[in-house]
T-cell receptor, first 110, second 114 residues
Framework: GENVEQHPSTLSVQEGDSAVIKCTYSDSASNYFPWYKQELGKGPQLIIDIRSNVGEKKDQRIAVTLNKTAKHFSLHITETQPEDSAVYFCAAIPGNQFYFGTGTSLTVIP | GAGVSQSPSNKVTEKGKDVELRCDPI?????LYWYRQRLGQGLEFLIYFQGNSAPDKSGLPSDRFSAERTGESVSTLTIQRTQQEDSAVYLCASSLLPGNYEQYFGPGTRLTVT
């Protein structure tokens, strides 16, 4: 099955700085790569996703890049704000099942 | 509401008792997923439904765990003879179709086995 690794597990940045979270996957059949944000006491919520026919996607302060050859994808958050503090999960989908990374706890320091 | 709902939000049970966790997906979503999330950990896949069928039960940790879905709607996750290691948040998600479609998550049920 698919194996998704996510780094770093924790990340602290100053407000206004950028944050980058990286994931690697193993199954070349994976063709959909969503990123979820989970706030304390809530379920994860999709913030951005990318499909395998695209190398980069941007939505305001959030961007995702995908390198299919190297089997890795990254989440970039620019101009971070305190409300960006949460746990972020990447996922790779080779079929019908989502394979999630282990999560990154992001803290934005005001 | 339009989102995924789960009940109860919190459940405290004694070791050895059975528990039932309920998930109401978004209307019209054919796929439904159950995950377990231990404190500070990632999402552990348990089972998914396509309609009322469960093509993949590979994530269920033991035969104490079972799930069903009826009417292509509500799903129930049952844990029999609960153990302390079952303590976790159980998350349900639904999507329009299985696979490359956004999963919408419920708020979860926090299960504590004492």
């Amino acid at each position: 099955g698919e194996n998704v690794e996510q780094h770093p597990s924790t990340l602290s940045v100053q407000e206004g700085d950028s944050a980058v979270i990286k994931c690697t996957y193993s199954d070349s059949a994976s063709n959909y790569f969503p990123w979820y944000k989970q706030e304390l006491g809530k379920g994860p919520q999709l913030i951005i996703d990318i499909r395998s026919n695209v190398g980069e996607k941007k939505d305001q302060r959030i961007a995702v890049t995908l390198n299919k050859t190297a089997k890795h994808f990254s989440l970039h958050i620019t101009e971070t704000q305190p409300e960006d503090s949460a746990v972020y999960f990447c996922a790779a989908i080779p079929g019908n099942q989502f394979y999630f990374g282990t999560g990154t706890s992001l803290t934005v320091i005001p | 509401g339009a989102g995924v709902s789960q009940s109860p939000s919190n459940k405290v049970t004694e070791k050895g008792k059975d528990v039932e966790l309920r998930c109401d997906p978004i209307s019209g979503h054919t796929a439904l997923y159950w995950y377990r999330q231990r404190l500070g950990q990632g999402l552990e896949f348990l089972i998914y439904f396509q309609g009322n069928s469960a093509p993949d039960k590979s994530g269920l940790p033991s035969d104490r765990f079972s799930a069903e879905r009826t009417g292509e709607s509500v799903s129930t996750l049952t844990i029999q003879r609960t153990q302390q290691e079952d303590s976790a948040v159980y998350l349900c998600a639904s999507s329009l179709l299985p696979g490359n479609y956004e999963q919408y998550f419920g708020p979860g049920t926090r299960l504590t086995v004492t």
